[in-house]
C-alpha cells in the first residue's frame, strides 16, 4: 500500500497527542485565607496528564475497543475525537462523519413525549423532521417502548432513555460511531440487540466504531482490535484477545 492509499483507509489518526488539565490545589488553612498568603503557584498548580504523547491510527471499516482503568484517559480520547475537547499538542486527523454516543439522551426535553422527543434529539444529530417521520416506526420498534413513546420523558426510567436514544441515534448513518459505556444501562438482552445493531452496521455501511468498555467479552467478541490506555499512556496495541489478556493479568490483584 503506498502512502497516498495509507492516508486514504485512515479514519482517525492520533500524532503525539497530549492532554493536560490543570487542577488547582485549595487552601485550606483560615489564616492563609484571612491574611490572603497563599503558596507558591508550583504547589497550587497541578498538571494532571490525560493523554501522554500517544500516537495510533484507526482505519475505515474497524471496530476498535478502547479499555483501561477509570480514569486511564479513555472518554478524553473519545471527546477529543468528537472535537468536545482539544489536544494541549500534538495533532488529530479526522476523516469522515463523527456520531457520539457519549451521553445518552442528553438532549432530551423532560416534559415532552418520546416521540416529541424523537424529532428534537434527532434535530440534534442533523437529521431533517421528514428523514424523522420516514424513520419514527422503526426507531420505536427498535427501542421496544410501546405505547410508552407517548409518554412524558420524565416518567422514563434511565433505561427506557438510553433505549430511545440509542435508536434515535443508530439512524444517523455515521462514518465514525463513538460509544462510551453507553450498554452499561439497560437489561442484558436489549444490550445484545444493540451488539447485534453494531455487527449490522460494520457490514453494511463500513462504518468505523470506536467502542470504550469495561467488557473484556464484549472487546473480544466484537472488536476487530483493541487500544490498552493507562494514565494517559498507550501500553497496548492489537489483536482484542491477546491486549485484554495483557490487561487483566496487569490489573490481577
Not at 74 to 103: D, R
Not at 180 to 185: G, M, N, Q, T
Not at 216 to 225: A, D, F, G, L, N
Request: charged share 25%; with cysteine; glycine share 8%.
Amino acid at each position: 500500500m503506498n502512502q497516498t492509499d495509507y492516508h486514504s483507509s485512515i479514519a482517525v489518526s492520533f500524532k503525539k497527542v497530549t492532554k493536560i488539565y490543570h487542577q488547582e490545589l485549595k487552601v485550606t488553612r483560615l489564616k492563609e485565607i484571612l491574611t490572603g498568603i497563599f503558596k507558591k503557584k508550583s504547589q497550587v498548580d497541578k498538571k494532571v496528564y490525560k493523554f501522554d504523547s500517544v500516537s495510533f491510527d484507526i482505519f475505515k471499516g474497524e471496530c476498535v475497543g478502547i479499555i483501561g482503568k477509570n480514569g486511564s484517559g479513555k472518554s478524553t480520547a473519545l471527546g477529543m475525537i468528537a472535537g468536545i475537547t482539544t489536544p494541549t499538542s500534538g495533532e488529530i486527523h479526522i476523516n469522515g462523519k463523527v456520531t457520539t454516543m457519549l451521553e445518552l439522551g442528553s438532549g432530551f426535553h423532560p416534559d415532552f413525549s418520546g416521540k416529541e422527543n424523537i424529532f428534537l434529539n434527532g434535530s440534534l444529530f442533523g437529521m431533517s423532521n421528514y428523514y424523522l417521520t420516514q424513520k419514527i416506526n422503526e426507531i420505536v420498534e427498535f427501542s421496544e417502548l410501546g405505547n410508552k413513546i407517548y409518554e412524558p420523558i420524565r416518567t422514563y426510567s434511565a433505561g427506557m432513555k438510553a433505549r430511545l436514544a440509542f435508536s434515535i441515534a443508530i439512524q444517523t448513518q455515521p462514518e465514525i460511531l463513538l460509544i462510551d459505556e453507553v450498554l452499561a444501562v439497560g437489561d442484558i438482552a436489549f444490550q445484545k440487540k444493540c451488539l447485534q445493531k453494531f455487527e449490522e452496521i460494520k457490514k453494511e455501511k463500513e462504518t468505523t466504531i470506536i467502542y470504550v468498555t469495561h467488557s473484556m467479552e464484549q472487546v473480544t467478541q466484537h472488536c476487530s482490535r483493541a487500544i490498552w490506555l493507562h494514565n494517559g499512556k498507550l501500553m497496548g496495541d492489537g489483536p482484542p484477545k491477546e491486549i485484554s489478556d495483557e490487561y487483566q493479568m496487569f490489573t490481577a490483584p
